[in-house]
């Protein structure tokens, strides 16, 4: 029997049947956004269910007692990162096995993480469901079968799958070439004549306005075993930051002042600063890095300060952090980018 309360959908499987883990195996295809987050057994960190949601997402937590990655073992810095990643990557669905067994404090975890993410929650309940959490108690509709529990892992769920990033047009927005019409021009007379890559534009231009004017510098190449260690690491401002400096190898300092408008709505462009604006060229974004800075600027929204720079917090309180990794990763040739961020 299945309990469903507004997007949250309650299996309840008295008899421990095995085809409800099975199916929740099964279903685990982050790729279309439906992900299985299994709870590690009777750990008492505080943040044990977040990392669990993380490692679901496909990311590691690098180990040992002075891990960079320490600042996860917070409550909050782990539901968000796992927040950013959920909404970046697309997810629309999380199923969790043997959810009778989480507290009620992570059971309200999971519920904040599903208003945040707008991704629907299912949660397989292997006890009587007297024993069901104040937040859970209300149900609209009940579904009993094996039939309809599969029928519900096949529904698209209430977010699109994960997000497409197409090609960048490099020197006019989409609209503007299906129109067959040039791009307006920038205030400050930066006109199409001076469309070349790296070109210098109106400082305060960000990368949708910047594209319509000049062509991207092409991103550095980084071999695909670096691009997957990148994509791998936990944090969305550490896999943001690190994968910018990898494609474009820009100084840290760039990085400082890069707001939200400065990524493209598609993420397939990034807009870097200089020192008093004096160079602030634009540079493509490779399709591997597209879901990091996505992530990145996903958890730059959750918190709540559009106005600001997207990198500082890791540029800044967890500079160490930052550097650790860039040194746990010496293929990237990151390391002397970051030993500038602490003596």
């Given at each position: 029997?299945?309990?469903?309360y507004?997007?949250?959908?309650?299996?309840?499987?008295?008899?421990?049947?095995?085809?409800?883990?099975?199916?929740?195996?099964?279903?685990?295809?982050?790729?279309?956004?439906?992900?299985?987050?299994?709870?590690?057994?009777?750990?008492?960190?505080?943040?044990?269910?977040?990392?669990?949601?993380?490692?679901?997402?496909g990311?590691r937590?690098?180990?040992?007692?002075?891990?960079?990655d320490?600042?996860?073992?917070?409550v909050?810095?782990?539901?968000?990162?796992?927040?950013?990643?959920?909404?970046?990557?697309?997810?629309?669905?999380?199923?969790?096995p043997r959810?009778h067994?989480?507290?009620?404090?992570?059971?309200?975890?999971?519920?904040?993480?599903?208003?945040?993410?707008?991704?629907?929650?299912?949660?397989?309940?292997?006890?009587?469901?007297?024993?069901?959490?104040?937040?859970?108690?209300?149900?609209?509709?009940?579904?009993?079968?094996r039939?309809?529990?599969?029928?519900l892992?096949?529904?698209?769920?209430?977010?699109?799958?994960?997000?497409?990033?197409p090609?960048a047009?490099?020197?006019?927005?989409?609209?503007a070439?299906a129109?067959?019409?040039p791009?307006?021009?920038?205030?400050?007379?930066t006109?199409?004549?001076?469309?070349?890559?790296?070109?210098?534009?109106?400082?305060c231009?960000?990368?949708l306005?910047?594209?319509?004017?000049?062509?991207?510098?092409?991103?550095?190449?980084?071999a695909?075993?670096?691009?997957?260690?990148?994509?791998?690491?936990a944090?969305?401002?550490?896999?943001?930051?690190?994968?910018?400096?990898a494609?474009?190898?820009?100084?840290?300092?760039?990085?400082?002042f890069?707001?939200?408008?400065?990524?493209?709505?598609?993420?397939?462009?990034i807009k870097?600063h200089?020192?008093?604006?004096?160079?602030?060229?634009?540079?493509?974004v490779?399709?591997?890095?597209?879901?990091?800075?996505?992530?990145?600027?996903?958890?730059?929204?959750?918190?709540?300060?559009?106005?600001d720079?997207?990198?500082?917090?890791v540029?800044?309180?967890?500079?160490?952090?930052?550097?650790?990794?860039?040194?746990?990763?010496?293929?990237?040739?990151?390391?002397?980018?970051?030993?500038i961020?602490v003596?």
């Amino acid at each position: 029997m299945a309990l469903v309360y507004g997007d949250v959908t309650i299996v309840v499987d008295e008899r421990d049947d095995l085809f409800y883990i099975q199916a929740a195996l099964q279903a685990h295809q982050p790729g279309e956004g439906r992900i299985t987050v299994q709870p590690t057994p009777a750990s008492g960190s505080p943040a044990a269910l977040a990392q669990d949601m993380l490692y679901a997402l496909g990311k590691r937590l690098a180990p040992g007692p002075n891990s960079p990655d320490v600042w996860l073992d917070s409550v909050n810095a782990a539901w968000l990162a796992a927040a950013a990643w959920g909404v970046a990557t697309g997810v629309r669905h999380v199923m969790v096995p043997r959810a009778h067994l989480l507290t009620f404090r992570r059971i309200d975890q999971l519920l904040a993480w599903r208003e945040l993410t707008g991704a629907q929650l299912t949660l397989l309940w292997q006890k009587p469901p007297r024993g069901l959490p104040p937040a859970l108690a209300r149900v609209e509709r009940h579904i009993s079968s094996r039939d309809q529990f599969e029928a519900l892992l096949a529904e698209p769920g209430p977010i699109p799958a994960r997000p497409s990033f197409p090609p960048a047009l490099p020197a006019m927005t989409a609209a503007a070439a299906a129109a067959g019409q040039p791009p307006a021009p920038l205030p400050g007379g930066t006109g199409a004549a001076s469309m070349r890559p790296g070109r210098r534009t109106h400082p305060c231009a960000g990368a949708l306005a910047t594209a319509q004017l000049v062509q991207a510098v092409p991103a550095i190449e980084v071999a695909s075993e670096e691009a997957a260690a990148l994509a791998a690491l936990a944090h969305p401002l550490i896999a943001g930051t690190l994968s910018v400096l990898a494609f474009t190898r820009a100084g840290l300092g760039s990085l400082r002042f890069t707001r939200d408008l400065d990524i493209t709505g598609d993420v397939c462009a990034i807009k870097l600063h200089g020192v008093g604006h004096r160079s602030c060229p634009l540079y493509a974004v490779p399709a591997w890095a597209r879901p990091l800075l996505a992530g990145a600027r996903a958890h730059h929204r959750l918190t709540g300060q559009p106005g600001d720079s997207v990198f500082t917090p890791v540029l800044v309180a967890e500079a160490r952090h930052l550097r650790t990794h860039a040194e746990r990763l010496p293929r990237l040739g990151l390391t002397r980018l970051a030993a500038i961020l602490v003596p």
